[in-house]
């Protein structure tokens, strides 16, 4: 249908997608996080591991992966209760290369050397179903009585409290979500990639993901998958022209002035 | 003993110290079902830091809380908003990018069920049982304080007085059985303050007791059942309205050594 480069942009775009909104939904709830890379690599080194060594099927070692990452992200997510905005960020930035140092250190995974032979299941259809899937959570979640509480959360914490939300509940139940969310956009990438190492895990990766939601605009999950559409198409887009070896500070630029013209976001709400 | 005898808030030897200053020491307070009651003192006296005592923001150094008897020193706010305990805020503290009908309704979170499984398997786009009576539920309370045409603005573009009713509107939202009002007629002008006193009395009458701090002696004087007087953390006096205007220690404190004399 596609030839194989327009296929791989659209299967990366899909991939991103997911990403930016499994860190969207820890966002909407104010916690921002530069660990999500970490995430990624549990889901993506999980169902790499269970299709290649155990023979699993794709789809029950891609939510396994996903399940993984939730667990951890669930543990990740309690010291938020306690710590707030920048430092939260650092925490999860130091979270990020924990994964990362772990899974270049961990033999049974390939180590350093990385985890090869992945079959590719991750197709089209099977990445824009994941997409559908995704968006239709946060869809489903937004304006419901738990979304209400989240976004109540993200506004006021202490009025929110009294006013009888578990904070605790809100929290570690959003980061962990949007951990699973991301484990399984790993999982996507591993079966895509056909072969994963620690590096392409790490901070660079995380702050990509940051990035999409931060430029699609932080409050609403439209915004955040317009915002991987954009920073996955559009470096590809720069291709075309003649500048190749300045594409990416020209990318780099484009930012710039996006942020600049427009500091809540793509699609995010002036306040 | 009548229902309206019976105790529903009691505070014991209740201190907060913040490093060597105590802001609270040693206050006893009981708040007996169905009335209003006031805490009143000058600024600094310590009112503020017993809301934030008595919903659990703050834990106390020492002392207990006690709500229907059943001891809740030391609980989260969630637990005891969750026990019927809700309060606004001196400086009003609403979700401000949230129009007013969705402030009242997270009010109802507490009152309601259904987390993420809920959600997810609700019909897309339509309302979900609980969430359509959260909704019958909210607009009535927006009605019941004077905002039934304001439902869609932002917290945010409300006037400050419109402000106060609304954060009103959301604690009532989590059916409080105590409603704690921290300077709630702050910024509002006469008219204003008259029509909330009389929402104040309406909502005692069905059923719902309050305790009030204000600055504001003619409303006070006018709608409280029983005043409790602090200064300098201490409670210096408690009585009716008319026993409390009367107090020299009273006057002392408000007034200053002289004009008491």
Same mark, same amino acid.
């Given at each position: 249908?596609?030839?194989?480069?327009?296929?791989?942009?659209?299967?990366?775009?899909?991939?991103?997608?997911?990403?930016?909104?499994?860190? @969207?939904?820890?966002?909407?709830?104010?916690?921002?996080?530069?660990?999500?890379?970490?995430?990624?690599?549990?889901?993506?080194?999980?169902?790499? @591991?269970?299709?290649? /060594?155990?023979?699993?099927?794709?789809?029950?070692?891609?939510?396994?992966?996903?399940?993984?990452?939730?667990?951890?992200?669930?543990?990740?997510?309690?010291?938020?209760?306690?710590?707030?905005?920048? @430092?939260?960020?650092?925490?999860?930035?130091?979270?990020? /290369?924990?994964?990362?140092?772990?899974?270049?250190?961990? /033999?049974?995974?390939?180590?350093?050397?990385?985890?090869?032979?992945?079959?590719?299941?991750?197709?089209?259809?099977?990445?824009?179903?994941? #997409?559908?899937?995704?968006?239709?959570?946060?869809?489903?979640?937004?304006?419901?009585?738990?979304? =209400?509480?989240?976004?109540?959360? =993200?506004?006021?914490?202490?009025?929110? %409290?009294?006013?009888?939300?578990?904070?605790? @509940?809100?929290?570690?139940?959003?980061?962990?979500?949007?951990?699973?969310?991301?484990?399984?956009?790993?999982?996507?990438?591993?079966?895509?990639?056909?072969?994963?190492?620690?590096?392409?895990?790490?901070?660079?990766?995380?702050?990509?993901?940051?990035?999409?939601?931060?430029?699609?605009?932080?409050?609403?999950? #439209?915004?955040?998958?317009?915002?991987?559409?954009?920073?996955?198409?559009?470096? %590809?887009?720069?291709?075309?022209?003649?500048?190749? %070896?300045?594409?990416?500070?020209?990318?780099?630029?484009?930012?710039?002035?996006?942020?600049?013209?427009?500091?809540?976001?793509?699609?995010?709400? =002036?306040? | 003993?009548?229902?309206?005898?019976?105790?529903?808030? &009691?505070?014991?030897?209740?201190?907060?110290?913040?490093?060597?200053? $105590?802001?609270?020491?040693?206050?006893?307070?009981?708040?007996?079902?169905?009335?209003?009651? $006031?805490? +009143?003192?000058?600024?600094?006296?310590?009112?503020?830091?017993?809301?934030?005592?008595?919903?659990?923001?703050?834990?106390?150094?020492?002392?207990?809380?006690? +709500?229907?008897?059943?001891?809740?020193?030391?609980?989260?706010?969630?637990?005891?908003?969750?026990?019927?305990?809700?309060?606004?805020?001196?400086?009003?503290?609403?979700?401000?990018?949230?129009?007013?009908?969705?402030?009242?309704?997270? *009010?109802?979170?507490?009152?309601?069920?259904?987390?993420?499984? $809920?959600?997810?398997?609700?019909?897309?786009?339509?309302?979900? *049982?609980?969430?359509?009576?959260?909704?019958?539920?909210?607009?009535?309370?927006?009605?019941?304080?004077?905002?039934?045409?304001? *439902?869609?603005?932002?917290?945010?573009?409300?006037?400050?007085?419109?402000?106060?009713?609304?954060?009103?509107?959301?604690?009532?939202?989590?059916?409080?059985?105590?409603?704690?009002?921290?300077?709630?007629?702050?910024?509002?002008?006469?008219?204003?303050?008259?029509?909330?006193?009389?929402?104040?009395?309406?909502?005692?009458? &069905?059923?719902? !007791? +309050?305790? +009030?701090?204000?600055?504001?002696?003619?409303?006070?004087?006018?709608?409280?059942?029983?005043?409790?007087?602090?200064?300098?953390?201490?409670?210096? $006096?408690?009585? !009716?309205?008319d026993q409390v205007r009367r107090d020299p220690e009273v006057l002392t404190a408000y007034l200053g050594a002289e004009a008491a004399a």
């Amino acid at each position: 249908m596609f030839d194989p480069y327009t296929e791989s942009v659209l299967i990366f775009t899909g991939i991103n997608i997911v990403l930016a909104l499994g860190l @969207y939904l820890p966002v909407s709830a104010g916690l921002l996080s530069l660990g999500q890379g970490g995430f990624m690599a549990i889901g993506a080194y999980t169902a790499a @591991y269970l299709t290649t /060594e155990m023979q699993w099927p794709f789809i029950v070692a891609l939510l396994c992966g996903g399940a993984m990452a939730g667990l951890v992200g669930f543990v990740v997510g309690l010291p938020s209760l306690r710590i707030k905005g920048v @430092y939260l960020v650092i925490m999860t930035m130091g979270f990020g /290369e924990i994964v990362r140092v772990f899974f270049l250190n961990f /033999e049974p995974t390939g180590a350093a050397s990385g985890l090869g032979g992945i079959a590719t299941h991750t197709t089209l259809p099977v990445v824009a179903m994941a #997409v559908a899937l995704t968006l239709l959570l946060c869809f489903q979640i937004r304006g419901s009585r738990i979304g =209400r509480a989240i976004e109540a959360v =993200r506004e006021d914490e202490l009025a929110a %409290e009294v006013i009888g939300i578990n904070l605790t @509940y809100v929290k570690v139940a959003v980061f962990g979500l949007g951990a699973a969310i991301a484990g399984i956009g790993g999982g996507l990438y591993a079966h895509y990639a056909t072969f994963i190492d620690p590096a392409q895990f790490g901070f660079q990766r995380s702050a990509e993901i940051f990035i999409m939601v931060v430029l699609g605009g932080m409050g609403n999950f #439209v915004g955040a998958a317009i915002g991987a559409v954009v920073v996955t198409v559009l470096p %590809e887009l720069l291709r075309l022209g003649h500048a190749q %070896e300045w594409r990416m500070t020209v990318f780099g630029a484009l930012l710039v002035a996006i942020m600049i013209v427009r500091p809540w976001g793509l699609l995010g709400v =002036r306040r | 003993m009548s229902a309206s005898e019976t105790t529903l808030l &009691e505070a014991r030897n209740l201190t907060r110290r913040f490093g060597g200053y $105590a802001a609270v020491s040693d206050m006893n307070l009981t708040v007996r079902r169905g009335t209003i009651h $006031a805490l +009143i003192g000058p600024n600094g006296a310590g009112k503020t830091t017993m809301f934030n005592l008595i919903t659990g923001v703050l834990p106390p150094t020492e002392g207990q809380i006690l +709500i229907d008897g059943a001891d809740i020193t030391g609980s989260r706010p969630d637990r005891i908003a969750r026990l019927g305990v809700v309060r606004t805020f001196q400086g009003v503290r609403l979700f401000p990018t949230m129009t007013a009908l969705e402030n009242v309704e997270v *009010g109802r979170f507490c009152r309601t069920r259904g987390g993420f499984l $809920a959600a997810l398997a609700r019909i897309p786009g339509r309302a979900t *049982g609980t969430e359509a009576a959260t909704r019958r539920r909210a607009k009535e309370l927006l009605e019941r304080v004077g905002l039934k045409d304001r *439902g869609q603005m932002l917290a945010s573009e409300l006037a400050l007085a419109d402000q106060r009713r609304l954060e009103i509107a959301r604690a009532l939202a989590a059916d409080p059985k105590l409603l704690l009002l921290d300077e709630p007629v702050a910024g509002m002008n006469p008219v204003e303050v008259h029509e909330a006193g009389e929402l104040f009395g309406s909502l005692c009458r &069905e059923g719902t !007791t +309050i305790l +009030i701090t204000e600055h504001h002696m003619s409303l006070v004087m006018a709608i409280s059942d029983l005043i409790t007087v602090m200064n300098y953390g201490r409670k210096i $006096a408690e009585g !009716t309205p008319d026993q409390v205007r009367r107090d020299p220690e009273v006057l002392t404190a408000y007034l200053g050594a002289e004009a008491a004399a």
